[in-house]
């Protein structure tokens, strides 16, 4: 008999909890099991992410716009974070209410899960916080994986617009219905790697990485380091990409903006090394995983989750959390990096990398899909 879950990820933006979405419903499919999937009538984007021919997409904008869809019973329904309250209300038409959980919950109001018969989280440091706010998980993290299933765009990569605009905000609607009639004035001029070495931000700029906080302590250290630069491959609100230009300012045309761009694999292949964010907010990082996978090494603070995606000295390095030490770790290890005469090849840490693999993912599915057959038959 073929179960059919019900998805609901209504963000209107494409990050890591989209990506995430699409290979779950590979995945899914993989082992029988094809998606309802309800997604905002304005995110324009999951026609590009590869998902399985037999996906059902059902536009809606609120919880109760999706409670009133559920008019006939749903064996297994899945959040991308907390169900909406509306369909959580109505549980006599739903066999089992799940999430994943795509941010930790350490520190943070966890009550939105309350009601779920099941969390799925994405790591084990997701897991701990999960576990110590005494909710029904999944005993087992629902690893990302490296997934390049979407466009690649071009194979050159050209500077582009460094704003995502917050619809929720004035400033960002106004400015975002102004820019693009002064975007196509602008000069777009080809990324070119520059001497020296070459780190990485190759990420959404959103408050959740905390690139200004990393900064505001690393730059200052950059700065005085001859010979290292920052390329920056994302895009941001209005404050965040603001705050982080103010924290860069120490390193002068050394720090290079280059928006959102749709070729990622090459992106990586183009830097020495990413850089990621501050650790307690993240909850994987699929752009570490990335990386790796295409062979580039990661720098990282030692800590959760990055010590769960980055093996020291073999797919990347760990420094200390320069919050701890005003950057004095991170200060020792670049001039090593810069006297390597070879950087890490992530993928020579083959067993590393196996655990993020889609064929690994779905093993991981397996025994989930088991119990929901077992439990809603």
């Excluded at 879950?5 to 990506?19: K, M, P, S």
């Amino acid at each position: 008999m073929t179960t059919r879950v019900c998805q609901i990820n209504l963000q209107r933006d494409l990050g890591g909890g989209e990506v995430y979405t699409a290979f779950l419903c590979r995945a899914l499919a993989q082992l029988g099991v094809p998606t309802r999937l309800f997604v905002h009538p304005q995110a324009n984007f999951w026609g590009g992410l590869s998902l399985p021919a037999d996906t059902i997409f059902s536009p809606a904008t609120t919880g109760a716009g999706i409670a009133e869809e559920l008019s006939d019973p749903v064996g297994w329904l899945i959040g991308h974070g907390p169900l909406p309250t509306e369909v959580l209300a109505n549980r006599a038409r739903v066999g089992l209410a799940t999430a994943i959980a795509h941010m930790p919950v350490q520190d943070q109001g966890s009550a939105a899960f309350m009601g779920h018969d099941r969390i799925f989280a994405v790591s084990e440091w997701v897991l701990a916080g999960l576990r110590q706010a005494s909710l029904p998980v999944w005993e087992t993290p629902l690893y990302g994986v490296a997934d390049f299933a979407r466009p690649s765009g071009d194979a050159e990569i050209v500077r582009n617009s460094r704003y995502s605009w917050d619809r929720r905000k004035f400033r960002d609607r106004l400015l975002g219905c102004i820019e693009p009639h002064v975007e196509p004035l602008l000069r777009h001029p080809p990324y070119v790697r520059r001497p020296g070495l070459t780190l990485g931000i190759v990420s959404r700029l959103t408050p959740i990485k905390q690139f200004p906080e990393l900064f505001d302590v690393l730059a200052p250290i950059l700065a005085r380091t001859p010979n290292v630069n920052l390329e920056v491959f994302g895009s941001g609100g209005y404050a965040s990409v603001r705050d982080l230009r103010r924290v860069l300012a120490p390193l002068g045309n050394r720090a290079r903006f280059w928006g959102h761009q749709q070729n990622v694999a090459a992106v990586y292949g183009g830097i020495d090394y990413l850089l990621s964010g501050l650790p307690e907010k993240e909850a994987l990082g699929l752009n570490v995983i990335e990386a790796q996978f295409c062979g580039t090494p990661v720098l990282a603070p030692a800590a959760p989750p990055f010590t769960e995606t980055v093996v020291d000295g073999r797919s990347g390095f760990l420094y200390r959390d320069p919050r701890q030490d005003r950057g004095e770790d991170f200060g020792r290890l670049l001039p090593k990096l810069l006297a390597l005469p070879l950087r890490p090849d992530p993928r020579l840490a083959a067993d590393h990398l196996a655990r993020f693999s889609f064929d690994a993912f779905v093993e991981r599915l397996r025994p989930v899909v088991a119990w929901v057959r077992g439990t809603v038959g």
